[in-house]
C-alpha cells in the first residue's frame, strides 16, 4: 500500500490514507475466495491470467477487503489520489489524453482484454499508484441520493474506446446500484 497524505478539495477533507499500488489481481483474489466461505464467484473458474485485474460485483468488493483488514476507498479518497492531490491532475499521469501509451484503454489496446497490472508505468499516479485509469473501472465506496452506501465506478476500463474516454479522467463517476455491475478492486486503510 502507498501512503497517500491528506488535504481539502472540492469542500471535502480528505485525511492520510493507504492505497494499494495496483489493483487486486485474479490471482490474489482466488487466495480469498480459497480462504473465504464465499464461493461461486465465478473467477476461479476463469480461463484469466492471474496478474491481470479481477472485476467482481459490489459486495464481493467489500468482503475481500474486510478480509485483508482493509477497507473500500470513498470515492473521495480515490479522487484525491488520482488527481495527485493538490496537483489536480485531469488524469492520473497528467493532461495529456489518454492512450495505450498511458493506459489500457480503447479495447485493450487492441486486444479486447486487460493487462497485467502496471503494464503502463508512464500512467503512473503521482504518488506511484498504477493503473489509476483504465485496465479496470474501480469500485469505490459512494453515497446515493437516499444517504445510503453505493458502489461508484472510477477510473474508466480497458473497453473504454473513445466514446467512453472520458471515463478515464480523474473526477468522472459512474453510480450504479449494487450487483449491477462488475469492476475491479483497490483496497483502502485509513492512517
Request: net charge negative; hydrophobic share 35%.
Amino acid at each position: 500500500m502507498i501512503y497517500i497524505a491528506g488535504g481539502s478539495f472540492d469542500g471535502r477533507d480528505i485525511a492520510p490514507f493507504y492505497l494499494d499500488e495496483t489493483e487486486v489481481t485474479v490471482a490474489a483474489f482466488r487466495e480469498w475466495e480459497r480462504a473465504s466461505s464465499w464461493t461461486g464467484c465465478g473467477v476461479s473458474d476463469e480461463a484469466l491470467r492471474g496478474d491481470v485485474p479481477v472485476e467482481v460485483v459490489w459486495d464481493r468488493v467489500e468482503a475481500y477487503c474486510e478480509w485483508r483488514g482493509a477497507r473500500v476507498p470513498t470515492e473521495w479518497e480515490w479522487e484525491w489520489a488520482a488527481r495527485g492531490r493538490e496537483e489536480a491532475r485531469k488524469f492520473p499521469w497528467g493532461s495529456e489524453d489518454p492512450s495505450c501509451a498511458h493506459a489500457i484503454v480503447e479495447f485493450g489496446c487492441g486486444t479486447d482484454e486487460p493487462w497485467p497490472v502496471g503494464s503502463r508505468p508512464a500512467g503512473d499516479s503521482r504518488d506511484g499508484l498504477k493503473d489509476m485509469a483504465g485496465n479496470a473501472d474501480e469500485w469505490t465506496s459512494g453515497v446515493g441520493e437516499d444517504g445510503n452506501e453505493i458502489g461508484v465506478l472510477r477510473g474508466g476500463s480497458y473497453r473504454s474506446g473513445a466514446e467512453l474516454i472520458v471515463f478515464t479522467q480523474t473526477s468522472s463517476r459512474f453510480p450504479v446500484p449494487s450487483g449491477e455491475a462488475l469492476g475491479g478492486i483497490r483496497c483502502a486503510r485509513s492512517r
